[in-house]
């Protein structure tokens, strides 16, 4: 083959793959400019958990350990106890609340599967994605860090169909 | 037993040849027929009331409990068809009607068997709208929590509670839809055993000490075997992240000779394993009168090394006593006793044991019974002991003898016992006369003597022999501490004299204190020149150092606080500071049982495997593995390299009664194995023994007072030691269980308790 073919046929798919890139310069952009602009997420996405109160701000989880059962990546740890107090001043709205509430987020692989399991409607996939820490221990994240009174909601997000009220239950912080 | 006669029956169209009077589920099951049942429990009376075991036998009319049918010849049974499972599925959804959906918050939700059975024959929907009845959950003792409304209604609770434990403390009460399991008064004052809360196939009766903690998938679990007693109950100890958690005897983990029983201590005293009072690290008090400081392992081992050798050389190997203990497993007291001759060379060894039981092994003339064998005999002789408080597995099996297997049973004690109700003859004798018993019982001559003595009525022994003489069976002998060493001798060789007959069989069952008083004397440790009482007396004279493993008992010490002070050196190994560690040299922190590998021997001889469920807490470290670290600091080298099976290994090399044994040979809890015990023939030399017993009971005064009273339920497995003090919930039954104001919160919360009230140490110590 003579080198003037080889410059000939190289052109050719240049121009062919161009051709492509530049048709797209026109067309509407898909591009976030995240950070500066917010992340627009689907209803059901599945972000970092939230665990749920009731009305009273009591913690709705009573230390079932389905959510653990159901994890196919162990990475929930809960420790249950005993609450004796009357139940208007109750931790939980159960006697049987989890003093210790821990998912591992080196390890959640975000399927769901533990809001599926929970019988309580305690713990539910909020949208929160900003996850990554500069130290893995900070993925272990506490009931502190998951009780939706007291988790933290970016800025960096809205949620889709959002007049549907979806993210109402998100408090400002 | 009469002979089994064989009979024909056919199940789902195959034949099988069974025993005439079998129970038809118990046929079923075992060839292979799953029947779902609730109520239904082997040895405890029928109920039928759960009408799950539905099984279809041709010309009786309507379906028919298979629990309540015994198999008779040519019985043809079909235990599944669409009519028994409609049947079957109706009655879960009748159980359902009122039962919560309260899996959740249920510490019985997974191991639950409503939960097991409505998977396999639960609708998918309720079709009942009415409303459920609501009971709240609330407590009947320190230790049983009750949710009423989960209650099934099988009376499991109560069956057991009155066959296995002779309390009859709960109840069904009510009617119809509205009967609960209750019990008088609403408050439980029983003994707190908590086996209805075992065989509960529901969360209704829950364990208030587990209430609330985790879930039992969560947990890992070991079968190993309980601490407290000489019974030797196999038990699941259920650990998570390292902590015990809870233990239980239930079935599905365990299946051991005692069942699904244990006693309050078996299942409720195990908290002291985590305790936070646990001994950290070793201790040393580097001078007399000085504080216990932490030190290193290294640095304690040497340090003791050295002083040992220092006194060794001073005042030679006998001025340094060796003290195992029977709570200790066999390896630790078999390196004790290694290191005590090997390494230090010295005679006085000895084990912390309330009684010696040295004299019935070396005349033993009949084997030991297991626990199987009490509840299959025929008469049971219970001299001295109180079973019901300290080996509460065999009070069980000897009531379940004579009310599920008409046994007869003999109780000659001073103190009208709670077993007495069971007994056929009670013989109410003055304290300290039980040796007049075995004398009368030995021959003929001595009753009218004996029985003056005894403070009894002469005609009263000899209906005794004649109902050891007529039985058709097996006769138990059981005794306890009360007995003098003359007085064991004699009886050990009791069966020899009065000879075995076709159908007559003796069997002996010591009743010693601890989990492994037969270990201690199968070892040899209790073959020392002295005795631990020995050792504290010769303490500053004779005996200049003690190293002494799992603390000495309160009954040695009292009055001998002084004894520990004249010691030059003493090293303890414990698990908690005790009034021994006050005054050692050295403290190392030794192992529980939940930590550790190894064999203990209980009262029927058969050796148990002890397995580590948790990791030893802190810096704790096995009793034999001190032993053998000392050893090698004192330049021997025992080469176990850290293996208890090694350990084991050697003592079946060293142990005649273990000749042979091997960990792999006790594996499996189920088929106990038992140790070879060498049987005595006529001793020559019982003559003397016998003069020796007589002249001895010439001696009773024949005065002093029994005891009238029946001892109040708890008064020794209530008591305030040092592993069961840990426990909080004792020192609430220690102080009389009090009924707290609140009985749906537990009354942990609500009482607390005035030390004033506790009552004195147990005899046991722990
Ligand atoms: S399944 Fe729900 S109620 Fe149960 S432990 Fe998990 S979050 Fe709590
Ligand atoms: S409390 Fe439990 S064992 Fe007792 S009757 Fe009810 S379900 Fe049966
Ligand atoms: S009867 Fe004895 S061995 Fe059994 S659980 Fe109670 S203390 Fe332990
Ligand atoms: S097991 Fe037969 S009726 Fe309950």
Redesign the interface.
């Known amino acids: 083959m003579s080198i003037i073919s080889d410059i000939v046929e190289s052109t050719k798919s240049i121009i062919k793959g161009m051709s492509v890139t530049f048709s797209y310069i026109p067309k509407a952009k898909w591009t976030v400019q995240y950070p500066e602009e917010p992340v627009t997420l689907q209803p059901r996405y599945r972000g970092q958990h939230l665990l749920h109160v009731d009305e009273l701000g009591r913690e709705k989880c ?5 959510c ?2 159901a994890c196919p990546s162990d990475c929930i740890y809960i ?4 609450d ?1 107090r009357a139940p208007e001043e109750r931790t939980g709205v ?3 609340y989890a003093e210790v509430y821990n998912i591992d987020y080196g390890r959640c692989i975000f399927c769901g599967y533990c809001v599926e399991a929970c ?2 409607d305690a713990i539910t996939h909020g949208y929160n994605f900003e996850l990554s820490v500069y130290n893995r221990a900070d993925l272990l994240k506490t009931k502190d860090d998951l009780l939706i009174t007291k988790q933290k909601q970016s800025p960096n997000y809205r949620v889709a169909f959002s007049d549907e009220d979806v993210d109402s239950e998100y408090k400002e912080v | 037993m009469t002979t089994a006669e064989s009979v024909k029956v056919t199940i789902n169209g195959q034949e099988f040849q069974v025993q005439k009077g079998a129970p038809l589920i118990d046929v079923c099951r075992e060839n292979g027929f799953a029947i779902p049942s609730f109520c239904y429990y082997a040895d405890l009376a029928l109920q039928a009331s759960c009408r799950m075991c539905l099984v279809r036998i041709e010309k009786m009319p309507k379906l028919q409990t298979s629990c309540t049918i015994t198999c008779t010849d040519g019985m043809i049974v079909t235990t599944q068809s669409e009519e028994i499972e409609k049947a079957q599925r109706g009655m879960v959804e009748f159980l359902l009607a009122n039962h919560p959906l309260d ?3 249920c510490d019985r ?1 997974g191991e639950c068997e409503l939960q097991e059975m409505v998977f396999d024959w639960g609708g998918l929907e309720e079709r009942f709208t009415e409303r459920k009845n609501y009971y709240p ?1 609330k407590f009947l003792s320190p230790i049983v929590a009750n949710d009423p409304q989960r209650c099934i209604l099988c009376k499991r609770c109560t069956r057991v509670c009155d066959e296995w434990m002779g309390e009859d403390a709960i109840e069904a009460g009510g009617r119809g839809a509205n009967t609960v399991i209750g019990t008088f008064g609403g408050w439980l004052n029983c003994s707190q055993c908590g086996n209805c809360i075992e065989v509960c196939p529901t969360g209704t009766l829950l364990d208030a000490t587990y ?5 039992p ?2 947990l890992e679990r070991t079968v190993s075997t309980c601490t407290f007693c000489s019974d030797g109950c196999q038990m699941s100890l259920g650990s998570r992240a390292g902590e015990l958690m809870r233990v239980v005897a239930r079935d599905r983990y365990v299946d051991g000779i005692n069942g699904e029983f244990l006693c309050i201590k078996g299942r409720f005293a195990h908290p002291f394993v985590n305790h936070e009072e646990r001994l950290r690290t070793p201790l040393i008090r580097y001078r007399k009168g000085g504080k216990l400081i932490p030190a290193t392992w290294d640095e304690a081992i040497r340090f003791t090394a050295a002083k040992l050798q220092e006194i060794k050389d001073a005042h030679g190997a006998n001025s340094i006593g060796v003290v195992g203990s029977p709570r200790l497993t066999n390896e630790a007291n078999y390196v004790l006793l290694k290191f005590a001759r090997e390494v230090i060379g010295t005679e006085h060894y000895t084990a912390s044991e309330a009684f010696s039981l040295a004299p019935f092994f070396k005349h033993m003339t009949a084997p030991l019974a297991t626990h199987k064998d009490i509840r299959h005999a025929k008469t049971i002789v219970l001299i001295g002991g109180e079973p019901e408080e300290l080996q509460p597995l065999t009070a069980k099996q000897v009531r379940q003898a004579v009310r599920n297997g008409g046994a007869k049973l003999v109780i000659i004690n001073s103190v009208p016992v709670r077993l007495k109700q069971q007994a056929t003859q009670f013989l109410h004798v003055r304290p300290g006369t039980e040796d007049a018993l075995v004398l009368a019982l030995a021959g003929q001559t001595d009753d009218a003597m004996a029985a003056r003595k005894m403070g009894v009525e002469v005609g009263e022994i000899e209906p005794l022999r004649r109902m050891i003489d007529e039985t058709q069976g097996n006769v138990v002998l059981m005794f306890g501490g009360e007995l003098s060493t003359e007085a064991q001798t004699i009886l050990a060789q009791l069966p020899g004299s009065i000879g075995d007959e076709e159908n007559r069989r003796f069997l002996f069952h010591p009743l010693p204190l601890f989990n492994n008083s037969f270990g201690v004397h199968d070892v040899g440790l209790m073959d020392g020149k002295l005795n631990a009482t020995g050792l504290l007396d010769a303490a500053g004279d004779t005996v200049r150092a003690l190293y002494v493993a799992g603390g000495l008992l309160p009954a040695h010490l009292q009055g001998r606080e002084q004894a520990l002070q004249n010691l030059d050196f003493l090293v303890v190994q414990e698990l908690f500071a005790t009034d021994t560690t006050a005054h050692a040299d050295v403290v190392f922190p030794a192992a529980s049982f939940a930590e550790i590998d190894g064999t203990y021997t209980n009262n029927d001889g058969l050796v148990q495997r002890v397995r580590q469920s948790i990791p030893p807490v802190h810096q704790a470290k096995p009793d034999w593995v001190i032993t053998s670290l000392l050893a090698d600091a004192l330049g021997i080298d025992f080469n176990y390299q850290m293996s208890a099976s090694a350990v084991f290994r050697e003592i079946g090399e060293h142990v005649p009664a273990y000749q042979g044994l091997r960990y792999p040979l006790l594996k499996d809890e189920s088929k106990p194995v038992q140790a070879k015990y060498q049987l005595a023939g006529q001793r020559a030399e019982v003559a003397d023994v016998l003069a020796e017993l007589r002249q001895r009971v010439e001696r009773m005064t024949g005065a002093g007072d029994k005891i009238m009273e029946t001892p109040e339920v708890g008064h020794e497995l209530f008591k305030i030691g040092t592993l069961t003090g840990k426990v909080p919930q004792f020192h609430l039954l220690a102080a009389g269980n009090p009924e707290p104001p609140d009985v749906l ?2 009354p942990l ?1 609500q009482i607390t308790i005035d030390s004033g009230l506790r009552r004195d140490t147990a005899i046991a110590g722990d």
């Open positions: 009573v230390a079932c350990y389905l653990a059962a420790v249950a106890a005993d004796p159960d006697e049987r019988p309580k | 899996c959740p918050v939700g959950e209430r609330h903690q985790t879930r998938w969560e919160v537990s919360y």
